[in-house]
């Protein structure tokens, strides 16, 4: 147990190091941008978008493929073209349209115009959002990261159980885990009706756990994938599905007939059916708020140095850095659990026979 205590500190420090340094290099070359003052706490919220390249060192970006819906068909072309230089936002001209991207979001220019205008807000007064953005972002590629991993793990640890029923190699992990995911199950769901859910509940946790993960690494981190909101709500929108699907008489019948006086039904009955939908909503907020404030957090300390312009204050932000990055080993695991136990427990309750005394 110590070993592998030891083992998770040297990942998390050596992370933590690497996003340190990352993040340093970063908002170094944002400053030198700029002549305004640094405002960290704007550059946190910004740098915690997804994006449509993967920023690995300076002067080493990956483009990856945008694809653009708009109202005169598709449009396809690499992030590459949407190259930022002194003079402003470089427009892209593609099938007589004009796109810019601002903040990671890409827009289209009224027919005519060949560069943006801001408002006092900074707003594009003359280009609006495309009807819809299909582009191959970050979390993309760290979803299909997570995925083909998850598949690779698995699929090799079961073939170790061919042989035998006693686990070897690969196998000796993974055990452990689906171990763990499957007393969640039977604790949160009667009978031998956790078998039925306990697939969907370790895809739950792995998904999840790996996808945290990967986000500590630097070059995949800000955001990860966990730290979308776009993932989050997919995540509790199946969750939901499921428990609905499953749901039998007794939850209902707990719902619109709760076991109190029926003068209490106008005040109970709305209150039970909202929260059918605010459990699901609890989920999406709780794992992204969770993952996506370590790495503001992150941010914000590293920032500490440029908002007081003194290399001295790295002997306070960078240990503070290294720290939170390790703690956010724990919270990787911590947030997958949580997910899965709540996701268990709705389930658990939906699919509860009725009892009688």
């Known amino acids: 147990m110590n070993r592998i205590f030891g083992l998770l500190m040297i990942f998390g420090l050596s992370f933590g190091a690497s996003a340190c340094a990352e993040d340093i290099d970063i908002i170094e070359e944002e400053v030198g941008h700029t002549e305004e003052d640094f405002d960290a706490a704007e550059y946190a919220i910004h740098h915690a978008l997804d994006a449509h390249d993967i920023h690995i060192a300076d002067g080493f970006v990956i483009p990856l493929p945008v694809i653009l819906y708009t109202d005169n068909g598709l449009v396809t072309f690499m992030s590459s073209e949407f190259h930022h230089d002194d003079a402003g936002h470089h427009i892209v001209s593609k099938n007589g349209m004009n796109f810019v991207k601002i903040h990671e979001k890409i827009y289209q220019l009224e027919e005519g115009a060949t560069e943006v205008v801001f408002n006092e807000e900074h707003h594009p007064e003359n280009a609006h959002q495309v009807a819809m953005d299909l582009s191959i972002t970050k979390n993309t590629i760290t979803m299909f990261l997570v995925a083909g991993l998850l598949l690779w793990l698995f699929i090799a640890s079961a073939r170790k159980y061919k042989t035998g029923s006693v686990p070897r190699g690969i196998a000796k992990w993974t055990e452990p885990g689906v171990i763990f995911v499957q007393e969640i ?165 939906a699919v509860e026979s009725g009892h009688h005394h």
């Open 185 to 349: 199950a039977k604790d949160n769901i009667e009978g031998d009706k956790y078998k039925r859910y306990t697939p969907f509940l370790l895809t739950l946790f792995f998904f999840i756990l790996f996808g945290n993960l990967l986000g500590l690494i630097p070059f995949l981190a800000n955001p990860n994938m966990t730290g979308s909101i776009s993932m989050t709500l997919l995540l509790a929108t199946i969750t939901f599905v499921v428990q609905m699907a499953s749901s039998k008489g007794p939850f209902w019948k707990h719902i619109l007939l709760p076991d109190a006086p029926v003068w209490l039904y106008p005040i109970l009955v709305p209150i039970e059916i909202a929260g059918i939908f605010i459990k699901p909503i609890a989920l999406m907020i709780r794992l992204f708020a969770n993952i996506t404030a370590g790495h503001i957090i992150v941010i914000s300390l590293i920032g500490i140095i440029f908002v007081n312009q003194h290399a001295g204050w790295a002997g306070l932000s960078v240990p503070m850095t290294l720290f939170i990055s390790t703690l956010e080993l724990l919270v990787a695991f911590l947030q997958a659990y949580i997910f899965t136990m709540l996701a268990a427990l709705y389930i658990g309750s």
